[in-house]
């Protein structure tokens, strides 16, 4: 399905753009750069604008922005739901974007729409919210694969920004569309690498430390492009009218930079592919790079609804060309694709996905250790100095806490035996109601739990008793007469003590209680120990020893000039 949704809007795509430049209804890709319509050139993305702003006003306001940030907040915020009006509106509006000169790629549209797909197939046969994601994904992963036919990088992208777990329950299903979708694509959009390079080239010891300077020099880029697209966000939210006329006036800017520089209109695969094989002049370049990414981030700004991935590309590309004559000749032909991974890298803050998906455009993977090592620099700048990427600004700004890094769960690296409390202090079934009270919940005997393991007179233990079940007894007076086992209503739910802690708290939260008594599955009658939430939280505490705290465990001789540097 989502191979078919890419060749659609891409057909939409090149249908717009022949009726706003060229007054004819054909579905052939065309550049809007070779028009003929002079100074009217300027009036496509206006128009485009417009009717965006009233499609995002009268349909679904979800229509605007670049999709990704879109489609993680439904992951977030809405637990995996789209509403199906996005899946048909958000392909349609981007295609008049982009087809009326937006400066866009069609992969964020792409992306999203594929995620609704899923979301409304896992919503018709009524799935849980975590499968109605690994739907969501696998729609959008799809989407992008069959964009680009990079089935591999699409799988990475959905790891690394949608997905935010490793898991074969959600990387099974997201390959498969991956794979299905770059399997039909021959059949649909054609075969071979997107931008094929063959040019030969060498990497020696002074080209790889280049590739460090190139992967700076995009890291300031991207976080350039970053702040501009933020920027412009910014701007348009203190305009004083309603936001369903701020496309017009990206469109306005969109139509004054295509006057300057035509390439920067459209998706512009084939100037990316100009710019990869070095056809185009440094001044060409360095108009391309400016233009392209001032209308692309007043356009965004302005809410209207197009992608991100095409533009990267085509202005990383465009920051390695006009660096390669700085470079060392070697690699010459791979500096403009190194360039453009970098940017990828860091402006989204998905190194490996851009990694990949620069070795499956092209081809070349002689070029993976230069690329590896500016993906690598690129990313680690941006990191530095930007707080979230131009992803996951978006959703920020919306109040919601987004995090990228990912980590074993403390919990899961755990078993129950490492810190579960043992011996556990167990009460005798039989004693009376009166002296539990005062034995075991009263804070000036030095017990201040909140519940027990209560065992039988052969120490079987027979359930938990809380504080709370001593409220609402009978008289003071009875109580005497009552033995704890008449409080127990259920039996115990216990803990392993070979098995996660993860699954433990699990099972805490399903079962609505707040400890569980370890017993062996030897013997799953006797008391080893108890589980509280409190020892829940030894596991945290572990986690952040192994951070932070330093130790020196080679001594090495005159230990006392080196303690400046084992303190970091």
């Not at 501009?228 to 969109?254: C, K, T």
């Not at 017993?519 to 120990?529: D, K, N, T, Y």
Request: aromatic share 6%.
């Amino acid at each position: 399905m989502c191979a078919v949704v890419a060749t659609a809007l891409l057909k939409l795509i090149a249908l717009f753009t022949n009726l706003f430049y060229f007054q004819r209804w054909s579905f052939q890709a065309v550049s809007p750069a070779s028009h003929h319509l002079g100074p009217w050139a300027i009036l496509p993305p206006i128009v485009g604008g417009l009717i965006i702003g009233l499609m995002a006003r009268l349909g679904s306001d979800r229509i605007r922005g670049h999709g990704i940030p879109e489609a993680l907040e439904a992951i977030l915020i809405g637990r995996a739901r789209m509403e199906p009006k996005v899946a048909v509106l958000k392909p349609v509006s981007s295609a008049i974007s982009i087809g009326s000169g937006g400066p866009f790629g069609a992969e964020g549209p792409i992306i999203m729409t594929g995620g609704a797909l899923g979301s409304i197939i896992a919503q018709v046969f009524r799935l849980s919210a975590a499968e109605r994601k690994v739907l969501l994904v696998a729609g959008a992963a799809g989407g992008m694969s069959a964009t680009f036919a990079t089935p591999i990088a699409a799988v990475l992208l959905a790891v690394e920004l949608l997905l935010f777990e490793w898991k074969p329950r959600s990387f099974i299903p997201v390959a498969l569309a991956s794979g299905v979708a770059a399997a039909l694509r021959p059949f649909l959009l054609g075969t071979g690498p997107l931008f094929p390079l063959s040019a030969p080239a060498t990497f020696g010891l002074t080209a790889l430390a280049a590739c460090a300077v190139v992967g700076v020099c995009t890291g300031l880029v991207s976080a350039w492009l970053t702040w501009a697209v933020y920027a412009a966000e910014d701007l348009f939210q203190r305009l004083p009218f309603h936001w369903m006329w701020w496309p017009a006036l990206g469109g306005l800017a969109i139509g004054i930079g295509g006057l300057i520089e035509p390439r920067a209109l459209g998706v512009g695969y084939d100037v990316i592919a100009d710019v990869l094989g070095g056809r185009l002049p440094a001044g060409a370049l360095s108009r391309l790079l400016l233009v392209k990414g001032t209308i692309w981030s007043l356009a965004l700004g302005s809410g209207t609804s197009g992608g991100v991935l095409a533009p990267l590309l085509m202005m990383g590309a465009s920051v390695g060309s006009l660096l390669s004559p700085l470079l060392p000749a070697g690699g010459h032909a791979l500096w403009p694709l190194i360039g453009l991974a970098a940017v990828l890298a860091g402006t989204m803050r998905c190194p490996l996905t851009g990694i990949v998906f620069a070795l499956e455009l092209s081809q070349r993977v002689d070029a993976l250790l230069p690329i590896l090592i500016a993906c690598a620099a690129a990313y680690g700048l941006t990191v530095l100095i930007m707080p979230r990427s131009i992803l996951t600004e978006k959703v920020a700004r919306r109040g919601h806490h987004l995090t990228r890094e990912y980590s074993i769960d403390p919990l899961e690296a755990l078993l129950v035996r490492q810190i579960a409390t043992s011996p556990a202090v167990s009460v005798p079934a039989s004693l009376p109601i009166t002296e539990l009270a005062a034995r075991y919940f009263d804070v000036r005997h030095g017990r201040p739990h909140q519940g027990y393991p209560v065992v039988d007179a052969n120490g079987r233990l027979v359930g938990v008793v809380t504080r709370s079940e001593l409220l609402d007894l009978p008289p003071p007076e009875e109580l005497d007469r009552i033995p704890v086992a008449s409080l127990l209503g259920r039996a115990p739910v216990v803990a392993y003590p070979d098995e996660t802690c993860r699954a433990a708290a699990d099972r805490m939260v399903t079962e609505g209680v707040g400890r569980l008594p370890v017993v062996s599955r030897e013997a799953p009658h006797q008391l080893v120990g108890i589980l509280t939430r409190s020892d829940l939280l030894k596991a945290r505490e572990l986690h952040l020893e192994t951070e932070h705290r330093r130790e020196s465990i080679i001594k090495l001789p005159g230990g006392d000039l080196w303690q400046p540097f084992s303190r970091g």
